[in-house]
């Protein structure tokens, strides 16, 4: 434990921060990934088992930033620049977390650094700005950011702050295995273990109190006091103090002075109200850790595609609660068109304990010509309605006007975002959009590969190397995120390994969970992943059939008739005469695209002669430095006739007889066959159209300018994000 009346002891543990810290950010130009975010762990575990520590702490981040403002040397200023953003995130991530009064000079320094950093360009300044508001709110009622992160994360019911989140895991099944599935879900489902509402309370009611009297509060005494009142008691001074920061931060820096004078009544009443309970006095710590619990976290393996939508609208009817509408879903649910009988609620899966959709039809309803009414559609015009009424009646729902948030996090390669790109825009089609409307949804990914790459299907044109290469570009456009939350990817196969050391979770063992954490709390800035639509028309035996499609990534596209000819020319390429080649392909491919030029309009027409596939990858803007393009890339089997090209919107259709194999997002699960033609273009906002201003007119709905067409994004949150 450092005492921090001791210049040589302080000076010693300042030392020691300083190294630490700098080899953090050493670490971040390591090309290791297996060892990367433990330096970053091990300063929060540090900082967890001696809290007073957290002032010396401030003040080597404070010294860092102005270091790196004040770098001249061209050369080394953009490595400088780069590590402000794990400077600004580490420095967040102390304050909230600290348990001891931060003196008000130090205050005024962290200002005035922050307040040098906005002159820098973006992404630097946008996150120094979003850090500096957060310690300006904690200046004025120390202990807010930490009261409101806890409420928010674990529930807590209260009239003052009423905002809720929920955290969901959702992991691809075709990179998890049964052994690494379950070991994750071990590992991640320590936080239910680890949560309880009373010491919960009690933890916020002591970091208030120490955070804002400081050393005038005894912290042993203080800890010992709240742990001999009873439940009901430590109830209502968590509710006193819950109102007296919502007051506060109402008020701002005018308020501090009586929030601190409020607080320290508190304080004495607590110790008298439990001054007969407490019969001795142990000599503990000068600071009593109260280290930020972890939220509840959903796991599960992504097995359906309505997974996510039902999981969101199971989170809104808890959010918004309301007896008349669950008896109007009752009524509703499931009707029978013979004799109107309807089925009981929980046999229909929403029985209060218990809320699972059924997703099978006939376990659902076992008579002959029942009808099930559609469960995604009615459900979310169900919660649309409560939530409005809910609105209506609650006053700090409508005097905070702010949204429950749902925290999305996906494991796995890139074919899980191009899994969550399809729920996305899925969500974004509902009529009512009342998943983004009454939940505010954030996104996180961490990338997981198979540790052994899976052998390729003879039937698929999906390639499965380079299947990371969505985390490489996140990677490339945020360093902090490649090194802590790539770093977490590739530590997260491991575990599955026969011999880990980590086989079983344990309180020296919350890498995995302290990681995901952090990176949900300080991972706020989003890169917005460009989306692009597919139109693919297909042969049928009863005509065309067409299939409309998303993705985020990449497509591609050959002729079934060509690959064993394409893959003989690979095993034997000498073999190849070209006079057979031309005989055989010829032109079998014809294309149409917009070249990419001020105008957009000019568009070129012709044949791809000699093709036997179609590679198209995605380019987001943050990467080309300009707009959002695709690279097409016509592949042959003689290399003469290989041509790139660069594009926002393609269409290419089949000669002949022939067809195409398509595969989206390098996912097998997503590939078409028999199509005879495939038209991409970028991805339209369906929540953002001429067509859904004109469906909502008719009910009163918002002016013309919200319903102007837009490009669809997928925003996935990292440290830094992008801002074009």
Known sequence: MCDPTADVALSAVESSLYNTVNALLKEMNSRSASQKGMLRWSLQKKLEGDPSCSVSLIRV????LDKKLNTTDTIHKTRSYMHIIPVLHTLYYVIIQSDVMIPTSLYQKVNESLMKLLILPSPYSSVALSTLRSIKMEMATPGSLYQRRIIAEQNLKNEHFTIQEEVFVLADPAVFSAPLEAKVRAHLEVSSTLRNASTVKKNVVLHMLQTGLGTTSQSSRLAQALEALGHQVVEKYFQEVVLLVEQSIKHGTDGRANY???LQHIYRDILTASKEEITRVDDGPSVRGTALPFPKINFLLWKDKED????????????????????????DSVRSE??????????????????QLVRNSALAVSRRNALKSTKSGHRRRLVSKRTEEFSRKSPAVEEDKRRHTARIAVMGDDRVLGILTNAYHSIRESKRLIMTKKLNLQFY?????????MLRSPDSPCQNDGRLSLAS????VDPWYNSTVNGLGAAIPKLAEPHSHHRQPSMQNLFLLDTLCYYLRCGT?????PLYSVKMTCSSCDGRAVVKEVFVSHLEADIPDFRHLKESSLRKPSSRRRTSAVEVFGAVISVSYTKISLS???VVKGEAPMTCGVVITSEPAAVTSGENYLTVRFNSLNPVFNTEIQTQNISFRTIEQRTLSVCLDKDIRRTYTDVRRVEISPCLDPGCSIQSWFDVSSEGGLPLSRYLDKDLSLPINTFSGVTL
């Open 338 to 355: 013979d004799s109107g009988i309807e089925r009981d609620q929980k046999e229909c899966g929403f029985d209060d304990k218990d809320r």
């Open 525 to 529: 800035q989003p890169v917005n992943l």
């Open 308 to 331: 996510l939508s039902n999981l969101l609208i199971n989170f809104a009817r808890r959010c918004y609660p309301d007896s008349s509408v669950d008896e109007e879903d009752k009524r």
């Open 260 to 262: 601190l004078n409020k």
């Open 61 to 64: 981040l404070v010294e860092e």
């Open 473 to 476: 570009y996140l990677g490339r």
């Open 445 to 453: 990914y961490i990338p997981v590969t198979d540790v052994l790459p």
């Open 600 to 602: 957009k309009r000019e």
